[in-house]
């Protein structure tokens, strides 16, 4: 009969995931001028609501935990990047947004949590780590970020295409080989300054500045311009 009871509870939990792994509780912040409010239910249903500058949309979904992480399944997309995808619970108290960045407070006094931009949880890198690698692997990457800027807008790019593109434009910029002056090198710096790069991106991403006062960009840990180290650009392997 144990037996009996022991399965039949295995075989409701595994028809029911969702259940399984909820919560039921409240988190509030404010940035750019809005209160936000997350109400995650114990039904693997949420409803994210906000009152200010952006408007009182009210958008819901499914959301699933996954350890100290929550994973909204659906109803995010038209949010316009306020409302993501992964949230990090951080202490019981505290939810980070793992694209933008900004956390909320679960004892917060009603919209008293000033929500700040959250770039310590990620890990830091070496900053004098090396990347190193030969001409054609450079040539090549530096093609392939020509064609991303001729194609597509700034703001379409990853993340990624930008650290690809901040560490070529500081490898030839720091370079005084006179190869990285002309050719393809040369038609991609006059690109990144047709598109006015330095100064677009810089308004995509939160920064600070770096030793020779260039920008170093916190969410994408990578400098651009001043004295950048050396993990923000390739060292070329000579052949």
């Known amino acids: ?14 028809l029911n995931p969702i259940n399984a792994q909820t919560i039921d509780k409240t988190y509030r912040g404010q940035w750019a001028m809005t209160s936000w409010t997350y109400k995650f239910k114990n ?10 500058h952006y408007g009182n949309p009210t958008f819901t979904g499914e959301y699933e935990l996954n350890l100290d992480t929550i994973n909204i399944l659906n109803g995010y997309e038209e949010s316009s ?3 993501n995808s992964k949230y990090l619970i951080e202490n019981d108290t505290i939810i980070i947004d793992l694209v933008n960045f900004y956390d909320y407070s679960s004892i917060a006094n009603n919209w008293g949590h000033i929500s700040k931009k959250r770039y310590d949880i990620l890990t830091k890198p ?4 090396i990347i190193r690698i030969d001409t054609e692997d450079f040539s090549n990457r530096v093609k392939n970020s020509l064609e991303l800027l001729k194609t597509k807008r700034l703001i379409e790019l990853s993340d990624q295409n930008n650290i690809e593109i901040i560490r070529i434009t500081n490898t030839i910029w720091m370079s005084q080989d006179s190869i990285y002056k002309k050719g393809i090198y040369k038609e991609f710096t006059d690109e990144i300054s047709k598109t006015n790069y330095e100064k677009e991106i810089s308004t995509f991403y939160d920064w600070i500045p770096n030793r020779g006062m260039g920008f170093y960009f916190q969410k994408l840990q990578v400098e651009l311009g001043g004295t950048p180290h050396l993990w923000s650009r390739y060292v070329i392997k000579e052949e």
Do not use: A, H, P, W
Not at 1 to 14: E, G, N, R
């Open 1 to 14: 009969m144990k037996q009996l009871i022991f399965f039949t509870i295995l075989l409701v939990s595994q």
């Open 43 to 52: 039904d693997g249903t949420y409803e994210r609501t906000s009152s200010g």
């Open 81 to 83: 990047g306020t409302l």
């Open 126 to 129: 070496n900053m004098d780590s």
